[in-house]
């Protein structure tokens, strides 16, 4: 911790098993998988006291999701298309965890296995992708040129789970290949809560060559930061990469975490 912050470092060991159990079946064109599990988590100390401590908690439930495609005769145009293929994968999961056997405020908050606790989701998604066929260094490749991804949780003990509002935030990933250099991305959370865009990342991408690739972007979380993020890759050989990172933070005045 900062020192101005007044508070002693901690350090902590921890050891955290997590078994999960699934047996997929398909009825038609759907795929059911039914799941279970049971993790346990060894502390040697908790967040006021030095005694060790063990956790416990069950995971249940199930996940249904199916696949849709049509393939459409086209060429040509602004991304260079050849042939063009439609995949829509719908998916809902629902998730309980019970009997979690303490508290996560007993826990000093390090990771997010600390924040394990009793919950109940109920989550819906719709992923889009569209293919076409590029050639890329010498070589004609399958290639998803547009990936969206929408996912939108429900919390059917909000009161516990959600500040009380039962629907949760609506999650907005996409990744559009302009062309087989330049790609786009971006995600968004729109809280329900709040009102309000929660989070908010966007990046440009530029891919130099297959060992060089340069990115400018943009990360909002609400009330937390307002960044511009800027990354270099460089894959020198097979076993060597340099990485540079970098961003600017305009609610706290200055740069944010500078990585090589």
Known sequence: FDENLGLNDVQATRVDLDHLVTAPFRVGFVKFAPFAGLRYTYYDQGRITDDDRHRVGFTWGARAAAEFSRTFDVSGGLFGLDGLRH???????????????RDQEDFVQLAAVDAFTEREELVFGLRNRLQTFWEINGERQVVNFFDLDLE?????????????????????????????????????????????????????????????????????????????????????????????????????????????
């Open 87 to 101: 995949i829509i994968l719908p998916e809902i999961e629902y998730r309980r965890v019970q009997h979690v056997s």
């Open 152 to 260: 939108w949780t429900l919390f059917p003990n909000a009161d516990r789970d959600n500040f009380g509002e039962t629907l949760g935030n609506l999650d907005f990933d996409l990744l559009w290949r302009l062309s087989p250099q330049i790609l786009y991305v971006l995600d968004f959370e729109y809280s329900f809560r709040l009102d309000t865009m929660e989070v908010f990342n966007t990046t440009l991408g530029w891919e130099v060559n297959q060992d060089r690739f340069l990115g400018l972007g943009y990360r909002r979380f609400v009330d937390v930061n307002d960044v511009i993020l800027g990354i270099a890759r460089w894959r020198v050989d097979e076993r060597l990469g340099l990485i540079a990172t970098s961003g600017y933070d305009f609610v706290e005045d200055r740069a944010q975490d500078p990585r090589l």
